[in-house]
């Protein structure tokens, strides 16, 4: 080999390992300022894992079997089919798809026992959770079901997050707009996301609701005489209700309309 393509070849592998290098102490900064500075976005972000990726242990599942037995088999059966069938299959699903396991557990505590809400202990609720999901049929995995965990743990059907069901409670923000004497619109509107509380945002709520952005939907709003204060057209809201679809007229029942922003350009 001649010795200018030697050398030819040298620099070339030379400039290949700068290069690489330089990759390397980019990339390297990269990780080192991003975990500097975490991103706004993962902090807010509740709900990191689904059912499926195996969020309690089959030991607390048997705990919250002999727990279920004592406190709720009496109404709700020995095969969870009592008390109208709530607790698995589909009924279990359309209530509580696209909703976390927080929702889900504090609806338990809540309210359950029927006759005694309130009466166990977090322990025994949370394990009574990690039951009800072995019976729903999804996998257990090697650690415990935890309080900290609900809230970041999604339930989804087993073909992935779908758009809410019809008729559930849902909030979303969007643009107020008034389209004829009685017909108002909320235009620019995020997708809906189910919630448990009809009424008056708590202020995690409304620190979500203040993150959210504008997003392609438009709904009817009904019964929007029950918030005359809030009837102001170019306000931002945020706006909850039962969804009702049908194509082309998309409404929201409201059972709650709060105001975030005097005009919706600030807001977006
Ligand atoms: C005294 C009877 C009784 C007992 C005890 C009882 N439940 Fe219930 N539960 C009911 C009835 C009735 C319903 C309503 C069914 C319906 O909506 O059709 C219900 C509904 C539920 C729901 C559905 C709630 C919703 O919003 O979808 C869950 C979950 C539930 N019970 C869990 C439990 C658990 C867990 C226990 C034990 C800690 C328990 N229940 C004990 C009577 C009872």
Partial sequence: MPLGTILITI??????????????????????????????????????????????????AERGQSA????????????????????RGAKFMDHWREDNLKSFFTAIKTTMPRNAPRSLGDGEYIDIVAYLLQANAFPPGAEELTMDALEQTRIVGKEGPKPVPDFALIAVVGCLTQASADTWMLRNTSDPV?????????????????????????FRLLDIRNFPSHAHAGRWVEAKGLLIRAPGDDRINLTWLQTLAESCKQAQ
């Avoid at 991003?34 to 689904?50: I, K, S, V, W």
């Avoid at 009424?199 to 392609?216: I, Q």
């Fill in 68 to 87: 279920y037995a004592w406190s709720c088999s009496r109404c709700h059966g020995e095969d969870l089919t009592g008390s109208g069938n709530v607790l």
């Fill in 11 to 60: 620099a070339m592998m030379l400039r290949r390992l700068l290069f690489q290098l330089r990759q390397l102490t980019l990339g390297l900064s990269f990780l080192l300022l991003a975990g500097l500075f975490p991103r706004p976005a993962e902090a807010a972000d509740r709900t990191a894992q689904t059912v499926w990726d195996g969020v309690f242990a089959p030991a607390q």
């Fill in 194 to 218: 189910r919630t448990r509380n009809p009424r008056e945002s708590t202020e995690t709520e409304l620190a979500d609701a203040a993150a959210k952005r504008a997003g392609p939907n438009t």
